[in-house]
C-alpha cells in the first residue's frame, strides 16, 4: 500500500497531520494536478515538495529549498508517499516525527511535461511546468546515482529557463505562508501552542536550535500580548489578533 509508510511514521493520536483515511470522493476536482511545497522547521529547516499523482503526493525533502535560478541544482531526497489531504496541511506537530512546525509555502498545479509520468520517474528525468503562487514555469527533477547512499535516491530540481527563471533567493523574497495570510512560524505556533516546546524543542543546538529559541519566544510574546480571556476558541482569536496587528 502507497501509505503504508507514511502511517508506520506516525503516532495519529499524537500528531495533527491528516492520516490519509479520507476517501478519494472528498477530494475537490481541481482543473489539473495538484502541488504544494511545505516549509518545514523541524530538526533541520527545508522544503517539502509535493506531486500529486496516482491518488497520493510523491514527496522530496529539499534541505536548501527550490531554487528559480536554473544554475542552482537543489539536492531533493525522495521520502515516503504522503496522503492527498496532506498537501494543505499547515500547522504544529507536538512530537514524534517531523515534530516541528509546517507552514504551506507554495500551493498551484502541476503538469507533467514528459509524456509519461510514471517511466519519467522510472527512468529518474522528469519534466513539469508548476503553476503556484511562487514557483512558475518549467522544471526538471533529475535522480542521481551514488548520491546519499540512504534506501530512497537522492534527486536533483532544477529550473529550466524561461521567463519564470532569475538569479532571486525566492525563499528570502517570499518567506510567507500562502495559507494564513501573512504568516510567519512565529504565527502559526502562536495560532497553535506557543508553550510546546518550551523544555524540549525539536532542535537544540545549533543554527536551528537558535531559530525555534526565537520563535517560541516570539510566539509565547504574541500569545501572551493578545490576552487570555478567551480560552474557548484559540485559533480564531489568534487569527482575529493577526488581522487587526497587521
Ligand atoms: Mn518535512
Known amino acids: ?15 495533527p497531520e491528516p492520516d490519509g483515511s479520507a476517501p478519494p470522493s472528498k477530494r475537490k476536482k481541481t482543473a489539473g494536478l495538484f502541488f504544494s511545497v511545505q516549509k518545514h522547521l523541524a530538526t533541520h529547516l527545508h522544503y517539502d ?7 497520493v503526493l510523491l514527496s522530496w525533502a529539499i534541505p536548501k529549498g527550490p531554487s528559480i535560478d536554473p544554475a542552482d541544482k537543489r539536492l531533493a531526497m525522495q521520502t515516503e508517499d504522503h496522503p492527498f489531504d496532506y498537501g494543505t496541511f499547515e500547522g504544529v506537530i507536538p512530537e514524534g516525527y517531523g515534530a516541528g512546525i509546517v507552514m ?9 511535461e514528459s509524456p509519461d509520468v510514471d517511466a519519467a520517474l522510472r527512468k529518474g528525468d522528469l519534466k513539469f511546468t508548476l503553476d503556484g503562487y511562487k514557483l512558475k514555469g518549467s522544471w526538471a527533477l533529475v535522480r542521481t546515482r551514488g548520491y546519499g547512499g540512504g534506501s530512497r535516491p ?5 529550473k529550466h529557463r ?3 527563471a532569475g538569479p532571486l533567493d525566492i525563499g528570502e523574497f517570499a518567506p510567507l505562508s500562502v495559507k494564513t495570510p ?37 510566539a509565547v510574546a504574541m ?4 490576552g487570555a480571556q478567551d480560552t474557548t476558541k484559540p485559533r480564531r482569536r489568534a487569527k482575529a489578533a493577526t488581522k487587526k496587528r497587521r
Open 1 to 15: 500500500m502507497p501509505l503504508d509508510e507514511y502511517r508506520r511514521k506516525r503516532d495519529f493520536s499524537k500528531t
Open 49 to 55: 515538495l509535493r506531486l500529486e499523482w496516482n491518488g
Open 104 to 112: 504551506l509555502w507554495d500551493r498551484g498545479t502541476w503538469t507533467p
Open 154 to 158: 537522492s534527486w536533483l530540481l532544477i
Open 162 to 164: 524561461d521567463e519564470w
Open 182 to 218: 501573512d504568516a510567519d512560524f512565529a504565527d502559526i505556533l502562536a495560532a497553535d501552542n506557543p508553550a510546546v516546546w518550551t523544555t524540549n524543542p525539536p532542535a537544540k543546538t545549533g543554527d536551528t536550535g537558535k531559530l525555534f529559541q526565537r520563535i517560541i519566544a516570539q
Open 223 to 226: 500569545k501572551e500580548s493578545r
